[in-house]
């Protein structure tokens, strides 16, 4: 009896030590900065044999363990490998964030981080650190007409605002480093004030889709990005210096970035640019001359539990305003835009004469963020910004030196966001922002302000997720906007009574005077935003999506109070206190296939903007100042269609042909006709050729193509001339015709030592010095746009 007593003891003994080694350790293995997964990572208990591997989903799964304490091993192609200690308790779940090292400085190369797309159903491009540093001589607005469907808003060479389907300035949000741009962009002429060098990668994101950055990117959101800091003991940086023959000049930016094991870092980047009055193929654009200086700094430590970061920045750009553009009386202005060449044509010079305009940008930013384990990561931001804008008009004193316009905007600003990390097939974010703003126009210039003082108040909360269910991927998301401002303006009391505003709007009124009124307009406006959309993974090469896009966006003080002569516009402006709020509302559709030789992207989308605000000439005004336009606001019922195409084939190993088609046609649906300055369809075509056996030789020969914009409203005007005693016509809406440009890239790449390398580009830009005038250029009426531009550039990585 004692014998099967004892043998039962055993046989119970033996089945419980097997149950509780049955349990199984799960999870993912994820990169610490963007959250993506990693396929592939090894993991290995240590002091046993027993190893698994990540799939590819980063998804990794340890079976038949014990209750005990383990340390894993874990490792993954460019990552430091770490030990980790789990406790097993039961079928444990434990995720994993590996340092992915994104710069391999042994060979010397420099890469920007790996992309990590900002929606699941939007469309969105991205410029890579390349094309950025390409374009490093240019502006942002430059570099981002290398995408399909952005296109620019013009004021000659120097002055660049991005145009995203269409559509530009306050219904394009920019992002940069986290911070919402704030830059007084509401004018045409009032380009980011961005320094494109210190960007390590730009994500368009085509729509309001991105509603973490604002409800109000009814065109679209641009995301600016640094380049990401290995968590190592390293040093790297880089040089470039550009020449330029069209505008004799060039440009100088350095950068430099230390970080250490224990997480610390610190980054500088510097920009110089110069560069004399550009040209046209026939002539000199006088009075075209910039200037740029450009410097941000940037020291922080980044952990794997927590990070902490501050930087500040400064953007001082001078840039001359075409001086053909200005006029002193009616006739000087029929003639100026009726005449095939400018009327003021100077010898070459790298002076920066009025009209032109100097802009000043700071920002003070201070940024932190926590990691909880299994849960998610909880971020946090404040930030100053300081925006001077000066604009200096041709006064009849040419001793008075003072700008005609004086406008300096101050924002403080700051959010909190968390990010859901704990279920891999869950996205999920939310956050709240504030912001106060200070608006003042300095009085001693003399001229009557055309954007009154005012402060600006806003709050806002969004929530946004997604959802993997196998080859589907649903995205919603939800933002509420509050926004108020509070002016103090004075009136004209004829405008104020002749636009009703005495009837509408009396409880403003603070004071009456001989001819003027003043005013202190209160407004509140309450925008709800949202987007839903669907992705189906037809197979490992195909991609279809679906994006529905709701913003709200609030007139902007410009639309609001603009009252007088806008002076680097040449124009007058008024603007209207009745307007209401924009309401849009976008589908977009986005079919991707891509394999190891063709990739292929069609975007169609269709735009259904209520009470869009758009400006437009009404005639012309004589002034003290001299003869200018009339421009005036107005709300219509807009529709926006069109489509994006991405095409590229790599014909061989070493030959590769892309190709970018888009169009998008306006529509004013109130007045059954076509809206004003909606780009022209454009296709890009280019071949490219490399021969990595010759220092990585590339040539590249790209066909830019822009068709004449057929669409366009007739706005026309009659001026007097008063010598003649006759009425002429001023033709301002005809577009110019279609054009067709040739541009050369090439670069080679040569080995310095063994840390660094030196690369050497040659790039010309219209080829065959074309003669041309691009719809979307404001100064189109008054002269050609730029000739050919032979660039030499070279680039030093270290």
């Not at 419980?16 to 350790?25: R, V």
């Not at 997604?466 to 103090?488: L, M, P, V």
């Amino acid at each position: 009896m004692k014998f099967y007593l004892w043998l039962s003891i055993a046989l119970l003994s033996i089945t419980a030590t097997a149950q509780e080694c049955s349990y199984t350790l799960s999870g993912y293995i994820i990169d610490l900065h963007d959250n993506e997964v990693l396929e592939e990572a090894t993991i290995i208990i240590v002091g046993s044999e027993r190893s698994v591997t990540t799939d590819a989903q980063g998804k990794y799964v340890i079976t038949d363990l014990c209750e005990d304490q383990y340390t894993l091993q874990v490792s993954h192609p460019a990552c430091e490998t770490q030990l980790v200690k789990v406790t097993v308790s039961g079928n444990t779940t434990r995720t994993i964030n590996m340092e992915h090292h994104l710069e391999s400085l042994g060979d010397v190369e420099i890469v920007a981080h790996a992309h990590k797309s900002k929606s699941r159903t939007a469309t969105e491009s991205v410029v890579d650190h390349n094309l950025l540093e390409n374009n490093s001589a240019a502006s942002l607005g430059d570099a981002l007409k290398n995408l399909s469907g952005v296109t620019s808003l013009n004021t000659g060479n120097s002055v660049v605002k991005p145009v995203i389907q269409g559509l530009h300035s306050s219904r394009v949000v920019l992002i940069t480093e986290g911070t919402r741009l704030q830059d007084q962009e509401w004018g045409v002429e009032h380009a980011p004030n961005i320094d494109v060098n210190a960007a390590g990668e730009v994500t368009v994101i085509k729509g309001a889709a991105g509603l973490q950055y604002g409800g109000d990117a009814i065109g679209g959101t641009i995301i600016i990005e640094p380049e990401q800091v290995p968590v190592k003991d390293t040093l790297f940086g880089r040089t470039i210096i550009t020449g330029a023959t069209n505008g004799r000049g060039g440009s100088l930016t350095t950068s430099l970035i230390k970080s250490y094991n224990n997480g610390w870092y610190g980054g500088i980047n510097g920009t110089l640019k110069r560069f004399g009055d550009f040209e046209a193929p026939d002539y000199v654009l006088s009075n075209t001359a910039l200037y740029e200086r450009d410097l941000s700094v940037r020291i922080g430590v980044n952990k794997y539990r927590y990070g902490v970061e501050a930087s500040y920045s400064i953007f001082d750009k001078e840039s001359g305003i075409l001086r053909s553009s200005h006029v002193g009386n009616a006739a000087d202005l029929s003639v100026a835009i009726n005449s095939q060449e400018p009327f003021v044509v100077e010898p070459f010079t790298y002076d920066i004469n009025a009209p032109r305009q100097e802009v000043q940008h700071q920002i003070a930013k201070l940024k932190s963020f926590y990691r909880f384990d299994n849960f998610g990561k909880l971020s946090a931001q404040v930030d100053y910004q300081r925006n001077n804008r000066l604009e200096f008009d041709i006064r009849r004193d040419s001793d008075d030196l003072r700008p005609s316009i004086d406008l300096q905007l101050e924002t403080i600003g700051g959010k909190i966001d968390f990010d859901y990390t704990a279920d891999n097939t869950i996205t999920a974010k939310v956050g709240i922002s504030g912001r106060y703003q200070d608006h003042f126009p300095d009085p001693v210039t003399g001229v009557r302000r055309l954007i009154p003082d005012y402060q600006g108040y806003d709050f806002g909360i969004y929530a946004l997720g997604s959802k993997d269910f196998g080859k589907w991927t649903i995205e919603a998301g939800a933002r509420y906007d509050y926004n108020r401002i509070n002016a103090e303006k004075f009136y004209i009391t004829s405008l104020w009574e002749a636009r009703e505003y005495d009837v509408n709007f009396a409880q403003f009124v603070v004071e009456e005077f001989e001819n003027q009124i003043f005013v202190k307009p209160e407004f509140e406006y309450h925008n709800f935003s949202a987007t839903a959309g669907a992705s189906y993974e037809v197979n490992d090469a195909t991609t279809v999506s679906l994006n529905y896009a709701l913003a709200s966006r609030s007139p902007n003080v410009s639309e609001l109070f603009s009252d007088g002569l806008h002076q680097s516009a040449a124009r007058l402006e008024l603007g209207d206190l009745s307007f209401n709020q924009e309401v849009a509302n976008k589908i977009s559709l986005n079919f991707t296939r891509s394999t190891d030789t063709w990739s292929f992207t069609i975007a169609p989308f269709a735009n259904f903007i209520e009470d869009f605000i758009l400006i437009e000439p009404t005639g012309v005004q004589q002034t003290l100042r001299g003869s200018f336009p009339v421009w005036e606001y107005r709300q219509t019922q807009a529709r926006l269609l069109g489509f994006d195409i991405d095409n590229n084939v790599q014909v061989t190993d070493r030959f590769e042909f892309s190709n970018q088609f888009s169009l998008v046609k306006g529509k004013d649906v109130t007045f059954d006709n076509a809206l004003i300055n909606v780009p022209s369809a454009s296709t890009r075509n280019s071949v490219t050729y490399t021969m990595p056996s010759v220092n990585n030789l590339k040539l590249s020969l790209e066909s830019n193509y822009v068709f004449r914009q057929n669409e366009f409203p007739d706005t026309n005007f009659d001026v007097f001339l008063p010598e003649t005693n006759t009425t002429e016509i001023v033709d301002i809406s005809t577009p110019p015709d279609a054009y067709h440009l040739l541009n050369f890239r090439s670069s080679i790449d040569f080995a310095i030592n063994d840390k660094s390398n030196l690369n050497v580009g040659l790039m010309v830009n219209n080829l065959f010095d074309t003669s041309y005038r691009e719809y979307l250029n404001r100064q189109r009426y008054f002269a050609d746009d730029l000739g050919r531009n032979v660039l030499l550039q070279l680039k030093i990585n270290y």
